[in-house]
Protein backbone atom coordinates (compact mmCIF):
# COMPACT_ATOMS: atom_id res chain seq x y z
CA UNK A 1 0.00 0.00 0.00
CA UNK A 2 2.78 2.08 0.30
CA UNK A 3 2.51 2.86 -3.52
CA UNK A 4 -0.60 4.07 -3.08
CA UNK A 5 -0.83 7.71 -2.88
CA UNK A 6 -2.54 9.63 0.18
CA UNK A 7 -4.94 10.98 -2.09
CA UNK A 8 -6.92 8.02 -3.29
CA UNK A 9 -6.38 6.56 0.39
CA UNK A 10 -8.12 9.94 1.82
CA UNK A 11 -10.80 9.33 -1.17
CA UNK A 12 -11.63 5.54 -0.19
CA UNK A 13 -11.74 6.66 3.39
CA UNK A 14 -14.42 9.45 2.52
CA UNK A 15 -16.30 6.99 0.16
CA UNK A 16 -16.15 4.06 3.54
CA UNK A 17 -17.63 7.02 5.99
CA UNK A 18 -20.76 7.99 2.86
CA UNK A 19 -20.95 3.60 3.20
CA UNK A 20 -20.84 3.43 6.93
CA UNK A 21 -23.69 6.93 7.14
CA UNK A 22 -25.64 4.96 4.54
CA UNK A 23 -26.09 1.93 6.72
CA UNK A 24 -26.24 3.73 10.47
CA UNK A 25 -29.06 6.27 8.28
CA UNK A 26 -31.07 3.67 6.91
CA UNK A 27 -31.38 1.52 9.56
CA UNK A 28 -32.98 4.14 12.04
CA UNK A 29 -34.66 4.88 8.81
CA UNK A 30 -36.37 1.73 7.78
CA UNK A 31 -37.31 0.88 12.01
CA UNK A 32 -39.05 4.72 12.22
CA UNK A 33 -41.49 3.90 8.92
CA UNK A 34 -45.13 4.16 9.44
CA UNK A 35 -46.07 0.72 9.35
CA UNK A 36 -49.61 1.77 7.75
CA UNK A 37 -48.64 4.15 5.43
CA UNK A 38 -45.65 1.64 3.94
CA UNK A 39 -48.89 -1.32 3.73
CA UNK A 40 -50.83 1.42 2.19
CA UNK A 41 -48.32 2.51 -0.41
CA UNK A 42 -47.44 -1.24 -0.84
CA UNK A 43 -50.61 -1.90 -1.89
CA UNK A 44 -50.97 0.78 -4.25
CA UNK A 45 -47.63 -0.86 -6.06
CA UNK A 46 -45.07 1.59 -4.91
CA UNK A 47 -42.14 -0.50 -5.22
CA UNK A 48 -39.71 0.41 -2.31
CA UNK A 49 -42.53 0.37 -0.13
CA UNK A 50 -43.37 -3.40 -1.19
CA UNK A 51 -39.66 -4.10 -0.66
CA UNK A 52 -39.41 -2.22 2.90
CA UNK A 53 -42.88 -4.08 3.82
CA UNK A 54 -40.80 -7.56 2.82
CA UNK A 55 -37.44 -6.43 4.81
CA UNK A 56 -39.53 -5.21 7.63
CA UNK A 57 -41.39 -9.19 7.99
CA UNK A 58 -37.81 -10.23 9.15
CA UNK A 59 -36.33 -8.10 11.06
CA UNK A 60 -33.85 -10.39 12.59
CA UNK A 61 -32.47 -10.83 8.95
CA UNK A 62 -32.68 -6.75 7.69
CA UNK A 63 -30.75 -6.00 11.00
CA UNK A 64 -28.11 -8.65 10.71
CA UNK A 65 -27.50 -7.41 7.12
CA UNK A 66 -27.28 -3.93 8.10
CA UNK A 67 -24.65 -4.63 10.64
CA UNK A 68 -22.45 -7.19 8.74
CA UNK A 69 -22.10 -4.41 6.78
CA UNK A 70 -21.58 -1.54 8.78
CA UNK A 71 -19.36 -3.03 10.98
CA UNK A 72 -17.38 -4.40 8.18
CA UNK A 73 -17.34 -0.93 6.64
CA UNK A 74 -16.11 0.40 9.92
CA UNK A 75 -13.40 -1.51 10.66
CA UNK A 76 -11.90 -0.99 7.09
CA UNK A 77 -12.28 2.52 8.21
CA UNK A 78 -10.65 2.30 11.44
CA UNK A 79 -7.97 -0.34 9.52
CA UNK A 80 -7.26 2.69 6.57
CA UNK A 81 -7.48 5.64 9.02
CA UNK A 82 -4.31 4.17 11.60
CA UNK A 83 -2.83 3.37 8.48
CA UNK A 84 -3.06 7.00 6.88
CA UNK A 85 -2.26 8.17 10.40
CA UNK A 86 1.08 6.10 10.46
CA UNK A 87 2.21 7.07 7.19
CA UNK A 88 2.09 10.90 7.86
CA UNK A 89 3.03 11.17 11.75
CA UNK A 90 4.18 7.75 12.70
CA UNK A 91 3.58 6.30 15.75
CA UNK A 92 2.09 9.63 16.83
CA UNK A 93 -0.29 9.46 13.86
CA UNK A 94 -1.54 6.32 15.26
CA UNK A 95 -3.28 8.28 18.52
CA UNK A 96 -4.13 10.47 16.63
CA UNK A 97 -6.05 8.81 13.88
CA UNK A 98 -7.62 7.17 16.67
CA UNK A 99 -9.13 9.93 18.57
CA UNK A 100 -10.13 12.34 15.67
CA UNK A 101 -11.47 8.74 14.12
CA UNK A 102 -13.58 8.11 16.84
CA UNK A 103 -15.24 11.81 16.74
CA UNK A 104 -15.52 11.72 13.18
CA UNK A 105 -17.85 8.07 13.23
CA UNK A 106 -19.32 9.55 15.92
CA UNK A 107 -20.48 12.21 14.15
CA UNK A 108 -20.69 11.89 10.23
CA UNK A 109 -21.04 8.14 10.36
CA UNK A 110 -23.84 7.45 13.38
CA UNK A 111 -25.61 11.05 14.53
CA UNK A 112 -25.74 12.70 11.98
CA UNK A 113 -27.06 10.32 9.33
CA UNK A 114 -29.30 8.38 12.11
CA UNK A 115 -30.91 11.73 12.87
CA UNK A 116 -31.52 12.30 9.09
CA UNK A 117 -33.26 8.55 8.99
CA UNK A 118 -35.41 9.68 11.96
CA UNK A 119 -36.20 12.88 10.12
CA UNK A 120 -37.04 12.12 6.33
CA UNK A 121 -37.47 8.30 6.89
CA UNK A 122 -39.66 7.40 3.73
CA UNK A 123 -36.31 9.69 1.99
CA UNK A 124 -34.05 7.32 2.91
CA UNK A 125 -35.94 3.84 3.55
CA UNK A 126 -37.35 3.28 -0.13
CA UNK A 127 -34.14 3.79 -2.06
CA UNK A 128 -32.17 1.95 0.54
CA UNK A 129 -34.73 -1.02 0.63
CA UNK A 130 -34.04 -1.49 -2.65
CA UNK A 131 -30.38 -1.58 -2.32
CA UNK A 132 -30.93 -4.52 0.60
CA UNK A 133 -32.99 -6.38 -1.53
CA UNK A 134 -29.98 -6.50 -3.84
CA UNK A 135 -27.45 -7.14 -1.32
CA UNK A 136 -29.30 -9.86 0.72
CA UNK A 137 -29.21 -12.08 -1.98
CA UNK A 138 -25.72 -12.65 -2.08
CA UNK A 139 -24.84 -12.39 1.58
CA UNK A 140 -28.20 -14.44 2.48
CA UNK A 141 -26.12 -17.28 3.06
CA UNK A 142 -23.85 -15.40 5.67
CA UNK A 143 -26.39 -13.89 7.27
CA UNK A 144 -28.48 -16.44 8.07
CA UNK A 145 -25.66 -18.32 9.60
CA UNK A 146 -25.26 -15.05 11.77
CA UNK A 147 -29.00 -15.18 12.62
CA UNK A 148 -28.81 -18.42 13.50
CA UNK A 149 -26.33 -17.91 16.27
CA UNK A 150 -27.49 -14.98 17.13
CA UNK A 151 -31.70 -16.42 17.24
CA UNK A 152 -30.06 -19.44 19.46
CA UNK A 153 -28.71 -17.19 22.31
CA UNK A 154 -32.23 -15.62 21.94
CA UNK A 155 -33.77 -19.09 22.58
CA UNK A 156 -31.63 -19.55 25.43
CA UNK A 157 -32.85 -16.45 27.11
CA UNK A 158 -37.12 -17.63 26.64
CA UNK A 159 -36.69 -15.20 23.14
CA UNK A 160 -37.77 -16.32 19.91
CA UNK A 161 -37.59 -14.40 17.42
CA UNK A 162 -40.86 -15.71 15.27
CA UNK A 163 -43.31 -14.86 18.47
CA UNK A 164 -42.89 -10.97 17.51
CA UNK A 165 -45.84 -9.51 15.52
CA UNK A 166 -46.66 -6.37 15.00
CA UNK A 167 -49.45 -4.73 17.13
CA UNK A 168 -52.50 -3.49 16.30
CA UNK A 169 -53.35 0.26 16.74
CA UNK A 170 -55.77 0.64 19.98
CA UNK A 171 -58.88 2.65 19.83
CA UNK A 172 -57.26 5.25 21.85
CA UNK A 173 -54.64 5.61 19.66
CA UNK A 174 -56.38 5.83 16.46
CA UNK A 175 -57.99 8.35 17.92
CA UNK A 176 -54.65 10.12 18.30
CA UNK A 177 -53.48 9.50 15.26
CA UNK A 178 -56.79 10.73 13.95
CA UNK A 179 -56.25 13.83 16.32
CA UNK A 180 -53.17 14.34 15.19
CA UNK A 181 -53.62 14.57 11.49
CA UNK A 182 -54.10 18.19 10.99
CA UNK A 183 -54.86 19.17 7.79
CA UNK A 184 -54.74 15.52 6.23
CA UNK A 185 -58.42 15.13 7.48
CA UNK A 186 -61.20 17.87 7.23
CA UNK A 187 -61.63 18.93 10.84
CA UNK A 188 -64.97 17.76 10.38
CA UNK A 189 -64.35 14.62 8.74
CA UNK A 190 -62.24 14.17 12.34
CA UNK A 191 -65.13 14.66 14.25
CA UNK A 192 -66.79 11.76 12.56
CA UNK A 193 -64.14 9.63 12.68
CA UNK A 194 -64.25 10.56 16.48
CA UNK A 195 -67.62 9.64 17.04
CA UNK A 196 -67.40 7.01 15.46
CA UNK A 197 -64.43 5.16 17.75
CA UNK A 198 -67.09 6.83 20.73
CA UNK A 199 -69.74 4.86 19.41
CA UNK A 200 -68.40 1.73 21.85
CA UNK A 201 -68.24 4.29 25.07
CA UNK A 202 -71.67 4.71 24.76
CA UNK A 203 -75.29 2.19 24.69
CA UNK A 204 -78.50 2.49 23.55
CA UNK A 205 -79.94 3.81 27.07
CA UNK A 206 -77.98 7.01 26.41
CA UNK A 207 -79.78 8.42 23.04
CA UNK A 208 -83.11 6.63 24.00
CA UNK A 209 -86.40 8.30 23.65
CA UNK A 210 -87.29 7.37 27.74
CA UNK A 211 -90.55 5.17 27.42
CA UNK A 212 -92.94 8.41 28.56
CA UNK A 213 -91.82 10.11 25.65
CA UNK A 214 -92.62 7.57 23.11
CA UNK A 215 -95.50 8.89 20.80
CA UNK A 216 -97.31 5.76 19.48
CA UNK A 217 -101.21 4.67 18.27
CA UNK A 218 -103.63 2.97 21.25
CA UNK A 219 -105.91 0.55 19.22
CA UNK A 220 -108.03 1.31 21.85
CA UNK A 221 -108.86 4.74 20.80
CA UNK A 222 -111.72 5.65 18.35
CA UNK A 223 -111.02 5.26 14.61
CA UNK A 224 -111.38 9.19 13.95
CA UNK A 225 -108.70 9.95 16.35
CA UNK A 226 -106.56 7.29 15.63
CA UNK A 227 -106.59 8.99 12.30
CA UNK A 228 -106.50 12.24 12.79
CA UNK A 229 -103.14 11.45 14.73
CA UNK A 230 -101.91 9.54 11.93
CA UNK A 231 -102.40 12.65 9.88
CA UNK A 232 -101.07 15.23 12.22
CA UNK A 233 -98.19 12.89 13.40
CA UNK A 234 -94.37 14.88 12.84
CA UNK A 235 -92.41 10.86 12.71
CA UNK A 236 -92.64 8.45 9.94
CA UNK A 237 -92.79 5.37 12.12
CA UNK A 238 -94.81 5.08 15.02
CA UNK A 239 -95.10 1.81 17.41
CA UNK A 240 -98.71 0.48 17.00
CA UNK A 241 -99.79 -1.12 20.77
CA UNK A 242 -103.61 -1.80 22.31
CA UNK A 243 -104.26 -0.33 26.19
CA UNK A 244 -100.18 0.60 26.94
CA UNK A 245 -96.77 -0.06 25.44
CA UNK A 246 -96.05 -3.49 27.34
CA UNK A 247 -98.73 -4.83 24.49
CA UNK A 248 -96.97 -3.50 21.59
CA UNK A 249 -98.07 -4.98 18.00
CA UNK A 250 -95.41 -3.78 15.46
CA UNK A 251 -94.71 -0.26 13.78
CA UNK A 252 -96.72 1.24 11.17
CA UNK A 253 -94.97 3.43 8.39
CA UNK A 254 -97.12 6.42 7.68
CA UNK A 255 -96.59 6.32 3.98
CA UNK A 256 -98.37 2.98 3.94
CA UNK A 257 -101.44 3.86 6.31
CA UNK A 258 -102.24 7.63 4.68
CA UNK A 259 -103.38 5.96 1.71
CA UNK A 260 -106.04 4.19 3.22
CA UNK A 261 -106.93 7.15 5.28
CA UNK A 262 -107.20 9.36 1.66
CA UNK A 263 -109.29 6.57 0.35
CA UNK A 264 -111.35 6.16 3.34
CA UNK A 265 -110.42 2.37 3.41
CA UNK A 266 -108.83 2.91 6.89
CA UNK A 267 -109.74 0.81 9.45
CA UNK A 268 -108.37 -1.32 12.33
CA UNK A 269 -107.88 -4.89 10.53
CA UNK A 270 -106.37 -2.89 7.76
CA UNK A 271 -104.14 -1.46 9.92
CA UNK A 272 -102.62 -4.43 11.45
CA UNK A 273 -102.28 -6.06 8.12
CA UNK A 274 -99.47 -3.11 7.64
CA UNK A 275 -98.24 -3.42 10.73
CA UNK A 276 -94.14 -4.96 10.65
CA UNK A 277 -93.11 -6.90 13.24
CA UNK A 278 -91.52 -5.03 16.77
CA UNK A 279 -88.00 -5.19 17.23
CA UNK A 280 -86.51 -5.50 20.49
CA UNK A 281 -83.30 -4.01 21.60
CA UNK A 282 -81.49 -5.39 25.18
CA UNK A 283 -80.39 -2.69 27.32
CA UNK A 284 -76.89 -2.12 27.75
CA UNK A 285 -75.90 -2.74 23.69
CA UNK A 286 -73.33 -0.65 22.56
CA UNK A 287 -73.79 2.00 19.84
CA UNK A 288 -71.29 0.50 17.57
CA UNK A 289 -73.27 -3.12 18.21
CA UNK A 290 -76.64 -1.75 17.12
CA UNK A 291 -75.43 -0.30 13.96
CA UNK A 292 -74.08 -3.22 12.52
CA UNK A 293 -77.57 -5.18 14.36
CA UNK A 294 -79.43 -2.27 12.55
CA UNK A 295 -77.70 -2.84 9.18
CA UNK A 296 -78.08 -6.53 9.38
CA UNK A 297 -81.92 -6.88 10.41
CA UNK A 298 -82.72 -3.93 7.79
CA UNK A 299 -84.23 -2.17 10.69
CA UNK A 300 -84.69 1.63 11.70
CA UNK A 301 -86.21 1.47 14.53
CA UNK A 302 -86.43 -0.75 18.00
CA UNK A 303 -87.56 -0.72 21.32
CA UNK A 304 -85.19 -0.88 24.05
CA UNK A 305 -85.72 -3.83 26.98
CA UNK A 306 -84.71 -4.46 30.09
CA UNK A 307 -83.44 -7.71 31.96
CA UNK A 308 -87.52 -8.67 32.47
CA UNK A 309 -88.31 -7.98 29.35
CA UNK A 310 -90.21 -4.25 29.76
CA UNK A 311 -90.02 -1.52 27.35
CA UNK A 312 -87.66 1.16 28.67
CA UNK A 313 -87.43 3.55 25.62
CA UNK A 314 -86.85 4.03 21.62
CA UNK A 315 -83.98 3.90 19.52
CA UNK A 316 -84.03 5.03 15.72
CA UNK A 317 -81.28 4.96 13.43
CA UNK A 318 -81.43 8.98 13.01
CA UNK A 319 -80.62 8.99 16.55
CA UNK A 320 -77.90 6.70 16.14
CA UNK A 321 -76.40 7.87 13.27
CA UNK A 322 -76.70 11.54 14.98
CA UNK A 323 -73.97 10.18 17.11
CA UNK A 324 -71.30 10.49 14.14
CA UNK A 325 -72.37 13.13 12.41
CA UNK A 326 -73.95 15.66 14.51
CA UNK A 327 -77.43 17.17 14.03
CA UNK A 328 -79.21 17.37 11.11
CA UNK A 329 -80.19 20.70 11.63
CA UNK A 330 -77.63 24.26 11.29
CA UNK A 331 -80.55 25.90 13.64
CA UNK A 332 -79.90 25.69 17.24
CA UNK A 333 -83.88 26.64 17.77
CA UNK A 334 -84.38 23.37 15.57
CA UNK A 335 -81.72 21.69 16.74
CA UNK A 336 -82.48 20.90 20.18
CA UNK A 337 -85.73 22.28 21.37
CA UNK A 338 -85.16 21.10 24.91
CA UNK A 339 -82.54 23.91 25.51
CA UNK A 340 -83.65 27.47 25.43
CA UNK A 341 -80.80 30.06 25.29
CA UNK A 342 -81.83 33.09 28.21
CA UNK A 343 -80.39 37.03 27.90
CA UNK A 344 -78.35 36.13 30.74
CA UNK A 345 -76.49 33.34 29.65
CA UNK A 346 -78.00 30.41 31.09
CA UNK A 347 -79.86 27.87 29.78
CA UNK A 348 -83.53 26.49 30.56
CA UNK A 349 -83.37 22.68 29.81
CA UNK A 350 -85.87 19.89 29.55
CA UNK A 351 -85.37 17.64 33.11
CA UNK A 352 -85.64 14.37 30.59
CA UNK A 353 -82.81 15.45 28.00
CA UNK A 354 -79.91 13.00 27.58
CA UNK A 355 -76.68 14.29 29.56
CA UNK A 356 -74.87 13.42 26.34
CA UNK A 357 -76.88 15.56 24.38
CA UNK A 358 -77.01 18.35 26.39
CA UNK A 359 -72.67 17.81 26.41
CA UNK A 360 -73.46 18.26 22.40
CA UNK A 361 -75.45 21.50 22.43
CA UNK A 362 -73.96 23.31 25.35
CA UNK A 363 -70.41 21.99 25.36
CA UNK A 364 -70.63 20.78 28.90
CA UNK A 365 -68.88 18.25 30.64
CA UNK A 366 -71.69 16.36 32.58
CA UNK A 367 -69.91 13.10 33.48
CA UNK A 368 -71.73 10.02 31.55
CA UNK A 369 -70.61 7.09 34.00
CA UNK A 370 -73.74 7.19 35.99
CA UNK A 371 -77.52 8.73 34.92
CA UNK A 372 -78.36 8.96 31.59
CA UNK A 373 -81.11 12.08 32.09
CA UNK A 374 -80.41 15.57 33.82
CA UNK A 375 -83.00 14.49 36.00
CA UNK A 376 -81.15 11.13 36.84
CA UNK A 377 -78.38 13.53 37.55
CA UNK A 378 -80.24 16.08 39.84
CA UNK A 379 -81.67 12.96 41.90
CA UNK A 380 -78.96 11.19 42.33
CA UNK A 381 -76.72 13.92 43.43
CA UNK A 382 -79.71 15.44 45.93
CA UNK A 383 -80.75 12.01 47.07
CA UNK A 384 -84.17 13.27 47.31
CA UNK A 385 -86.45 15.08 44.83
CA UNK A 386 -86.25 18.67 45.48
CA UNK A 387 -88.65 21.58 45.25
CA UNK A 388 -88.94 24.19 43.03
CA UNK A 389 -86.17 27.33 43.26
CA UNK A 390 -83.76 24.34 44.86
CA UNK A 391 -79.88 25.06 43.42
CA UNK A 392 -77.34 22.50 43.28
CA UNK A 393 -73.78 22.88 41.87
CA UNK A 394 -72.82 19.88 39.76
CA UNK A 395 -69.42 19.06 37.85
CA UNK A 396 -68.83 23.51 38.47
CA UNK A 397 -72.21 24.13 36.84
CA UNK A 398 -75.18 26.24 38.66
CA UNK A 399 -78.37 24.15 38.40
CA UNK A 400 -81.27 25.99 39.71
CA UNK A 401 -84.75 24.08 39.37
CA UNK A 402 -87.51 25.53 37.98
CA UNK A 403 -90.39 23.22 37.91
CA UNK A 404 -91.16 19.91 38.93
CA UNK A 405 -93.56 17.61 38.20
CA UNK A 406 -94.90 13.51 38.43
CA UNK A 407 -91.80 13.73 41.21
CA UNK A 408 -88.81 14.38 38.57
CA UNK A 409 -87.31 17.80 37.14
CA UNK A 410 -89.25 18.62 34.71
CA UNK A 411 -87.30 21.98 33.88
CA UNK A 412 -84.15 23.47 35.05
CA UNK A 413 -81.93 26.57 34.70
CA UNK A 414 -77.78 25.74 34.24
CA UNK A 415 -75.95 28.57 34.29
CA UNK A 416 -72.40 29.58 32.56
CA UNK A 417 -69.53 27.08 34.04
CA UNK A 418 -67.73 28.15 37.51
CA UNK A 419 -64.23 28.13 37.10
CA UNK A 420 -62.24 25.89 40.42
Partial sequence: M???????????????????????????????????????????GHRGALKAQRLLAKPDRLIGLILLGNNLINILITQLATYIGYRLYGDIGIALATGLLTLCLLIFAEVAPKTFGALYAERLAYPAARVYALLLKPLYPLVWSINLLSNTVLRLLGVRANEAQQQALSSEELRSAVNEAGSLIPRKHQRMLINILDLEKATVEDIMVPRNEIIGLNLEKDLDELASELVNSQYTRLPVYVGNLDQVLGFIHLRKVLALIYEDRFSIDELRLLLKDPYFIPEGTPLNRQLINFQRERRRIGLVVDEYGDIQGLVTLEDLLEEIVGEFTSDPAARSPEVIPQADGSYIVDGGIHLRELNRVLGSHFRLSGPKTLNGLILEYLEDIPDANTSVLIDHYPIEIVQIKHNGVKTARIGPRLHR
Fill in 2 to 44: ENISLTVLFSVLIALFLCSAFFSGSETALMSLNRYRMRHLAQT
